[in-house]
């Protein structure tokens, strides 16, 4: 099992965010951000399927550790590489942005099919 991971954001991609600051009193309020945009993820793609899971990750930048959602995840299962990306390609927009959108169902030939459970 081959894993690998896509990032996603620290928050909706048309909202504010919280920057990184060299005193460091980002953290806190940046790991929050991130833990409510996670779970928007969640309300809006639905449950991460076996293979796949969101998480916070830190990466490091010149004026300290900035966090950011990622969607971690088994290459070599296919549902669970699809959700990765619809993570990337769907999250929400907006804080208001919760409305599920329909589940997409990867064919043998790798077409997305959206389907109605």
């Not at 449950?47 to 010149?62: F, I, R």
Request: a negative charge; one cysteine or more.
């Amino acid at each position: 099992m081959a894993r690998d991971f896509v990032s996603i954001a620290s928050a909706p991609y048309e909202e504010e965010c919280v920057q990184v600051e060299p005193t460091g009193d980002y953290i806190g309020p940046m790991k929050a951000e991130c833990r409510r945009f996670l779970d928007l993820i969640r309300k809006k793609l639905g449950p991460e399927p076996e293979g796949a899971y969101l998480s916070v990750k830190g990466n490091p930048h010149d004026f300290g550790t900035y966090y950011e959602v990622v969607c971690n995840y088994d290459d070599e299962n296919e549902e669970a590489v699809a959700y990765a990306y619809r993570c990337e390609s769907d999250a929400p927009k907006t804080w208001d942005d919760d409305k599920p959108i329909e589940k997409e169902v990867v064919c043998a030939d790798k077409v997305p099919v959206p389907t109605t459970e």
